[in-house]
């Protein structure tokens, strides 16, 4: 019996597949730890599985050395791709941070080995309630959708271009911390204004000792706010995960 290999589909949906693995190692959700390793693999190659009507056509065959620099710049584009949606939702986590820091929760700091994350309950929880609002909103199939269309934009073996990676990397950067800023900035301008305000009549009365209420008064005051952020998350996620399909676009 003879089997015949289409080398050129084989080659193709190989880089594909090494893209996508790059890409699910560091992007969420894929890149949470409660995932098996054996199951990431397994969903990078459905999916190379699935765009090789995409990246087949129009791919010829290379010799070996064009071919392993081919799968090492596929790994490269992965991960680029992967970290800018990292950046995108690194925004929530950031401002659980600055929370935890101005309210006093970040002396209780941990580190979380499935999210491998190194923060307080704040940082966690908003980790955890962006990730359950990636699957319980399909915001995960707006992410595949859109690291899907960059075989389109950049395809299998293609050069990266480098300069507005970096610039579309930096741009993210920015962006997480003023999102972060603005998930996180209603608490913690009323944090600070009980701060100025406890200072104010500490200064008024000093024997009252007015700093010694501060600790407590923070946590009340972050927990009552905390809700309507919580409330408010939903949006942002949504919002977070469309910025994040229109960043996959702009690498090519």
């Not at 790994?75 to 929370?99: H, P």
């Not at 501060?214 to 905390?226: C, D, E, R």
């Amino acid at each position: 019996m003879d089997i015949t290999l289409n080398l050129s589909w084989l080659e193709a949906v190989m880089l594909a597949a090494v893209r996508l693995t790059g890409f699910i190692i560091i992007a969420p959700p894929f890149s949470y730890k409660a995932f098996p390793g054996r199951v990431k693999a397994m969903i990078a190659i459905g999916l190379a599985m699935a765009v090789s009507a995409r990246v087949v056509p129009g791919y010829e065959s290379m010799d070996t050395a064009h071919f392993v620099g081919a799968l090492i710049m596929e790994l490269t584009v992965g991960t680029a791709l992967g970290f800018m949606v990292f950046l995108t939702f690194a925004a929530v986590q950031s401002a659980g941070n600055l929370i935890d820091m101005s309210s006093g929760f970040q002396m209780a700091q941990g580190f979380d080995p499935q999210a491998q994350i190194n923060g307080a309950q704040f940082t966690k929880l908003f980790q955890m309630t962006a990730l359950m609002l990636l699957f319980t909103t399909d915001g995960y199939q707006l992410i595949i959708g859109g690291i899907v269309r960059t075989f389109d934009a950049l395809p299998v073996g293609a050069a990266l271009n480098t300069p507005a990676t970096a610039e579309l990397l930096i741009h993210g950067v920015t962006q997480m911390f003023v999102a972060a800023v603005q998930i996180a900035g209603p608490i913690m301008v009323v944090l600070f204004l009980a701060d100025a305000g406890l200072g104010l009549l500490n200064r008024v009365a000093p024997a009252l000792n007015a700093f010694a209420l501060g600790f407590p008064l923070k946590v009340l005051i972050t927990l009552s706010l905390a809700g309507i952020v919580l409330v408010a998350l939903p949006r942002v996620v949504a919002v977070l995960v469309q910025t994040a399909a229109r960043q996959l676009m702009g690498v090519s």
